[in-house]
C-alpha cells in the first residue's frame, strides 16, 4: 500500500507536525486506499472474467481422455485464478476495514442531502449559506410561496380593474361636462 507523501518526501511526521498536516496526511492515505480499493475490484473482475472464461472453453472431466494436457493446463490456470482471487477478496476486505476506521470519526451525511435537484425555473439550488434542507421541504415551501403570489396577483388584478372602472367615470362624467 502507499505512504502518505509526508512520509514519502523523508519527512515523518513528528511532533512539528500540526494537526493540519497530519489530517491532510490521513486525507491523502485514505484516498489513495480508495484508489487501492478501485484497482483490486477492478482486478477481481479481471479475474472473475478470466475464470468464466476458462470454465466455457473446459471440457467436464467425464473420464474420456481427450486433450488430457490441455485439460490439466486449463485446470492449473483455473485454480491459480481462483488463488488470486481469493488473494484479492482479502486486500479488498483489509482496504475496506482501513477506510471504515479512518472515516470512522466523521459524521455520516444523509443520502437525501447528497440530491441535487432543479427547480422550476431550471436553475438548481446551491444555497449553501443556511442549514441544508430536503428537496421536498423546499418544494412544499416553493409552493406555498407561488399559491401566495398568486393571491396577491388577483388582488392587484381586482384593484387594477376598480381603478379602471373609475378613471372611466371619471372621464366619462368630465365629458358630459363639456
Known sequence: MSTPPLAASGMAPGPFAGPQAQQAAREVNTASLCRIGQETVQDIVYRTMEIFQLLRNMQLPNGVTYHTGTY??????????????????????????????NCGGMDPIPVEQLIPYVEEDGSKNDDRAGPPRFASEERREVAEVNKKLKQKNQQLKQIMDQLRNLIWDINAMLAMRN
Open 72 to 101: 490439466q493446463d486449463r485446470l492449473t490456470k483455473l485454480q491459480d485464478n481462483l488463488r488470486q482471487l481469493s488473494v484479492l477478496f482479502r486486500k479488498l476486505r483489509l482496504v475496506y476495514d482501513k477506510c471504515n476506521e
